[in-house]
């Protein structure tokens, strides 16, 4: 199998940066089996500092480098100090890595940096909802204006397969909803609450354990869910949506009593991200819902996260998953590159095919 090397520039190297890393430092050998051959050629990150080489960096060096507490640019290399504009403008790259922060307000400085990314005709893969949920059509435009590609696997559920089965698997069956647990933070407090804990201490034991930030507003009122609800309504039922079109109520309000109540009638409650279309339009919502135990989303647990799409053909079908996690958002990128490499495949034998018509 052709061994395809892809030349990254990672925008951001904190917790799925990292991830990224460890995945390409531990998991090379498996990689080349597939035909991929990643190397990481810059970084840019406004904490841990920036840093480029053309013939590559080494990965566990990197990790090494920020776990023991120093900044990238104090390895030997031919450029530091560059900034995310001037490493994607400048790199020798094939691929724009976006990990900077999610703003759900305006999709920056990300969306900058994909659209700079775009325009030089570099593939972009993000793990950033903001861009996505707010830009995508416009995003894709660029894409396709300049020959590139975006992946945004990580955007929604993590390195769980939810768009690239939706995209890649479940379009000809005829997708008419899609219901999911879309945030970890409010599934754990929510099961902590079904054993007896109030919203108070629930919440104080996930920004604890770390699944819940200092200001939770994000996660406990439904903004974090909502952005997925709305990528997976414009990748995946074609739809144009924009966050203020989806119907949106977080777990704040919620009570130990009602959580009771509902337990009292076989039912549980569960914050739900839910798109569905008819022929009388779309509907987009997030809110606390109460559900029958019978229901396949029903039984999950803590930070997991789980999807149910419910199709013509093939009925319901429920993807289980993570929804964060170092490793497990890095994988997602990896799972992005995969599917990039594939494009290009298709695209060599369609010119191949063409080249024998002629």
């Known amino acids: 199998m052709k061994i395809t090397t892809h030349k990254l520039a990672l925008i951001g190297f904190g917790n799925v940066g990292q991830g990224l890393a460890t995945i390409i430092s531990s998991k090379s050998a498996e990689l080349e089996e597939l035909g991929l051959n990643v190397q990481i050629v810059a970084i840019s990150d406004p ?24 900044t990238l640019d104090t390895l030997p290399a031919p450029f530091t100090g560059w ?55 416009r995003l894709m435009r660029l894409a396709k204006e300049n020959n590139a590609h975006i992946r945004v696997e990580g955007t929604v559920m993590s390195g769980t397969p939810t768009l690239l089965f939706g995209t890649e698997h479940l379009l000809a069956a005829g997708i ?68 203020q079109d989806v119907d949106r109520e977080g777990i704040s309000k919620l009570t130990s009593e009602d959580i009771m109540r509902a337990k009292e009638e ?37 930070a997991t996260n789980a999807i149910t799409y419910t199709t013509d053909i ?22 992005d590159l995969m599917a990039i490499l594939k494009e290009y495949s298709r695209s060599v034998t369609g010119q191949v095919e063409e080249e024998v018509k002629i």
């Open 314 to 335: 093939l009925g319901e079908i429920t993807l289980i998953g993570p929804g964060a996690g170092r490793l497990e958002t890095g994988y997602a990128i990896i799972a």
């Open 83 to 137: 900034s995310a504009l001037r490493t994607i403008e400048e790199a020798d790259i094939d691929t724009v890595v976006e990990l900077a922060y999610t703003d759900l307000k305006t999709g920056e400085p990300a969306l900058t940096h994909m659209e700079t990314a775009l325009r030089r005709g570099l593939n972009v893969i993000t793990t950033n909802k903001g861009p996505v949920a707010l830009h995508y059509d």
């Open 266 to 302: 076989n039912e549980c409650v569960k914050l739900i991200g839910r798109i569905e279309c008819s022929s009388n339009g779309c509907t987009a919502e997030v809110r606390p819902m109460r559900i029958p135990v019978s229901h396949p989303l029903a039984s999950i647990q803590g």
């Open 176 to 243: 008419t909803k899609i219901e999911g647990i879309l945030n970890g933070t409010t599934n754990y407090i929510i099961t902590k609450m079904m054993e007896g804990q109030s919203y108070a201490e629930a919440l104080r034991e996930a920004q604890e354990l770390g699944y819940a930030e200092a200001d939770p507003t994000g996660d406990v009122e439904g903004y974090d869910a909502a952005a997925k609800v709305v990528i997976l309504a414009n990748l995946l039922m074609k739809q144009s949506l924009k966050l």
């Open 47 to 70: 904490i841990k500092g920036s840093i480029y080489n053309p013939n590559g960096l080494n990965a566990d060096l990197l990790l090494e480098t920020v776990q023991s507490g120093n």
